[in-house]
């Protein structure tokens, strides 16, 4: 169709009435523009209206509509993966022709719940008497113990052994072998990734052999990034899904690489190392990875002498000049005799959401400021931080380690008939800095200033923020940041100084805001105002104090938590509003310490606490359908892990009870991984296996992580 332009409609008019509109100052011209205006509209809603006919090229709104012609079922659409229909009706007849085969379950498992899924035909791995007419070689009824690989898949999504059939159901997720049942195994960690990460060298170590992955000098887990599909026909396979990597595996895949062969999946490990797989080693200033063929995986757990004394790691007289040996299961790395360093390492770690700081995608703050200044490299901070403080972005470019102690500073304006000042330090999107500093951070903030911290790791010391003379307000902000819980990290993962506080506020007039991090303990003055949301705010233990005043007896100031867990006792002058958030916390001894309860909020008169596990015997403001309650007495979160740094951080057991797990304003968790809906993912998958199987088939589903 051509487009009628406001030029083109009005060279078509005769040339006396354009000189005569010419010669009035083109009213005319001004009126063929408007109309034009509304025919270029008209053509793109017929040219919309053509697209509609179709569910890939659709308008959103029409892909419930064009769903309902095939009887699609409208699902939960709050979890962002599966928000918009158009690719499950799309695939809708697709699914109904393949309708309760085990590929097109994987793929409907997948396509409903986001989460990288697996289907198992239980019946595949009974131990039964094969009918000699029809013998299926692929299912022994004896478990081949020289197969490793097959040995250490025992129990999971990949488990190829033959077992005994069971007669519970498998809807419950326990059942599983037996002739009509299927299995949905689904991963609901992700892996992130760090890249261009120098070794971080064994304190314990003066061989300068040891070294480990995880720039906080802690064993962390390193995980598969899991390769997509590409042949919808194809079953998932260990190298397919995000699983956390191990020893025995990894060797089996390395050393089928270095030989040069193929092996099947079901046979061997998977060959996770490389340039674009899921761990690579490389050597400073050299092109390239470092070749496979250096490579030896190892088992580098700490050994000990007959006293009971560390003696270094497992296999170090084993891993011989010029190979390295990589324990994947603990992040360690170990260096032959002489050390051949220094190594970058880029990898994956298992995390339950991007949050905290991370290379994860996000949108670093501060881009409309006028003065931009960038640092990378491990430069020194200080002198790019003394250079914006009049208002700026300080954008640090990678994710190495920055040293030192540096002061976060912004001018202060007392006259507020001039504009204030706005400092941001902001990790560049896909760069995950960690400033490891070695004392307490002050934050300089001057009367109506605003400092915004951005994608930053902070390890070493607490944030400060100082009192100032004066009523001027200030604000802090902090935006997908981790502040170590425990200040640092033991070399076993341990925090070193447990119940430390991360940030301390004792300026009265400050405004605080926390927005998707990890903190330790907070100590805030009781005139001081505090918002978190999407946080985990960890005292390492339910009996430590979580958030107070700048004294264990005094109360913090006006908290506000959305969508938050906090682990650790709270006493807050005021909570203007606790939503979707899990307070952990219980009194620890003697009985009660200095405070009356596990959450005590001074001012009870005003604020509101709703959907939100508050533990018996605190005393809050009114609550509005919080649990423990009379229909639900003695609940309790159960996590599978409240150790920062371990992959499954923060994530509720499934054993919680459902009004934890299914407990927020919006049937979602609460707590930190509330924006997940995984309820909502999980009744997504339930109705479409009651749509798609087979008669006489059941199902249920597993989670593997």
Not at 166 to 175: D, F, K, Q
Not at 293 to 302: F, G, K, P, S, V
Not at 479 to 485: F, G, I, N, Q, W
């Amino acid at each position: 169709m051509t487009s009628l332009t406001a030029e083109r409609l009005y060279t078509l008019l005769p040339a006396i009435y354009r000189i005569r509109d010419e010669a009035e100052g083109g009213p005319l011209r001004a009126l063929i523009g408007a109309m034009a205006e509304q025919f270029a509209a008209l053509e793109e809603n017929v040219e919309q209206l053509y697209d509609d006919q179709f569910i890939e090229t659709c308008a959103d709104w029409v892909a419930p509509y064009i769903g309902a012609l095939i009887g699609y079922r409208p699902l939960h659409g709050v979890a962002p993966n599966v928000a918009s229909p158009r690719a499950e009706v799309a695939n809708t007849i697709a699914y109904r022709r393949r309708k309760g085969t085990a590929l097109m379950l994987e793929q409907l498992a997948g396509d409903v719940t986001g989460w990288p899924a697996r289907a198992v035909e239980f019946f595949e791995l009974l131990a039964t008497t094969q009918y000699m007419k029809h013998p299926r070689l692929h299912a022994r009824a004896s478990a081949d113990l020289r197969d490793t690989a097959a040995t250490f898949r025992v129990g999971g999504a990949f488990d190829s052994f033959a077992h005994t059939a069971e007669m519970r159901a498998p809807e419950g997720g326990s059942g599983r072998y037996n002739i009509p049942n299927i299995g949905i195994f689904l991963w609901r960690l992700v892996p992130l990734r760090l890249s261009g990460i120098p070794l971080t060298p064994d304190p314990a170590d003066a061989s300068g052999r040891r070294f480990r992955f995880n720039p906080l000098g802690a064993d962390m887990k390193l995980f598969r990034h899991g390769l997509t599909e590409d042949d919808i026909g194809h079953l998932a396979e260990p190298i397919n899904v995000p699983e956390p990597l191990t020893v025995r595996l990894a060797a089996l895949g390395v050393k089928a690489a270095q030989a040069g062969t193929i092996i099947p999946p079901d046979e061997a490990g998977d060959d996770d190392y490389g340039a674009g797989e899921s761990f690579v080693l490389s050597r400073v200033g050299q092109p390239g990875a470092v070749s496979v063929n250096d490579i030896r995986i190892c088992d580098l757990r700490d050994v000990f002498d007959g006293g009971g004394v560390f003696a270094g790691w497992n296999h170090e007289a084993a891993v011989l000049p010029g190979s390295i040996g990589v324990d994947p299961e603990r992040g360690r790395v170990l260096l032959g005799e002489p050390a051949d360093g220094p190594l970058l390492a880029t990898f994956h770690y298992g995390s339950t959401r991007p949050f905290g700081g991370g290379e994860y995608e996000r949108d670093p703050a501060g881009a409309d400021l006028p003065l931009q200044r960038t640092v990378n490299g491990g430069a020194a901070l200080q002198p790019e931080l003394d250079a914006i403080t009049g208002g700026g972005r300080l954008l640090i470019e990678d994710s190495l380690t920055y040293s030192g102690t540096p002061v976060f500073g912004v001018d202060g304006e007392s006259d507020e008939a001039l504009p204030s000042h706005e400092v941001v330090i902001a990790a560049k999107d896909g760069a995950r800095p960690l400033i490891a500093s070695g004392s307490e951070i002050t934050l300089d903030i001057g009367a109506r200033g605003r400092l915004v911290l951005d994608g930053l790791v902070i390890s070493g010391g607490a944030l400060r923020l100082p009192a100032l003379a004066g009523s001027e307000p200030v604000e802090l902000v902090l935006r997908d940041c981790t502040l170590v819980p425990g200040l640092r990290l033991e070399t076993d993962g341990s925090a070193l100084s447990p119940g430390a506080p991360s940030l301390v506020v004792e300026h009265p007039f400050a405004n605080v805001t926390l927005v998707r991090c990890i903190t330790g303990p907070i100590r805030i003055d009781d005139d001081a105002e505090i918002s978190l949301e999407d946080c985990i705010v960890d005292a390492g233990s339910a009996e430590a104090i979580a958030f107070a005043g700048l004294a264990d007896d005094e109360p913090g100031g006006t908290l506000t938590a959305k969508e938050c867990t906090i682990v650790g006792k709270v006493r807050a002058r005021r909570i203007e509003l606790a939503s979707n958030s899990i307070f952990f916390s219980r009194l620890g001894e003697p009985p009660g310490g200095t405070w009356a309860a596990p959450v005590l909020a001074d001012r009870r008169q005003e604020g509101c606490m709703r959907f939100s596990y508050v533990p018996t015997g605190s005393i809050t403001p009114r609550r509005y359908r919080c649990v423990p309650d009379e229909a639900h007495p003695g609940v309790l979160p159960h996590f599978t892990s409240l150790r920062y740094g371990e992959p499954a951080y923060g994530q509720l057991r499934r054993v919680t009870d459902p009004s934890i797990r299914s407990g927020a304003e919006n049937d979602s968790e609460m707590g930190v991984l509330h924006a997940l809906f995984q309820p909502q993912r999980e009744t997504n998958l339930r109705i479409r296996l009651e749509e798609y199987l087979r008669f006489g088939l059941r199902a249920g589903f597993f989670y593997a992580s």
